[in-house]
């Protein structure tokens, strides 16, 4: 298990380690949880347009209870319960960094909430419309991973936190697509 966590702490280094004034900004942005609003509403749109009204509003809603529920799970059952500190509060690592605007974020960060509630939304997006709208899981992918490591290059998480997040994410959106294909009938 050492060696994991000595990786893991190898890979945090080499992606916050390198910072430019730009990605700084840019990184920020993205890891802004409102600078996504358009993108959801853009998936809702064409959940809507895939589905028609009812169906599409049934899986937008699906689709928010589950962030709901993924967000809860990934703070009040991981982040409180492994209480791994977030780099900028690990005393072995604290002074080497790279923070935007000194925001280190709370004490806990394993796992990953913005990468566990992007991994559920970018999931139940795919799995609902990938038979529908061309590209839309590699789009998805990519907003995933821009998310994912935004926060590592900000110093909030290290890659584990996001990974781990993002499988926590991702499982309990399959959960939900799973019970829908078996008890809801209007299925892609």
Known sequence: MDWIIQFDHYLFKAINGWHAFWADDFFYVVSTRWVWIPVYLVLIAMLIKSYGVKTGLIYTFAIVLTVVIVDLVSVQ???????????????????????????????????????????????????????????????????????????????????LDVWAGGVIGAGMALLVYWSFKKWYKTEP
């Open 77 to 159: 059952l991981f982040k409180e319960w492994v209480q791994r500190l977030r780099p900028c509060h690990n005393p072995a690592l604290k002074l080497n960094v790279h923070l935007y605007n000194n925001d280190c974020g709370g004490t806990y960060g394993f796992v990953s909430s913005h990468a566990a509630n992007f991994g559920a939304w970018c999931t139940l997006g795919f799995l609902w419309l990938h038979n529908r709208v061309k590209y839309i899981g590699v789009l998805l992918f990519l907003a995933f991973l821009l998310v994912a490591y935004s926060r590592v290059y900000l110093g909030r998480h290290y890659p």
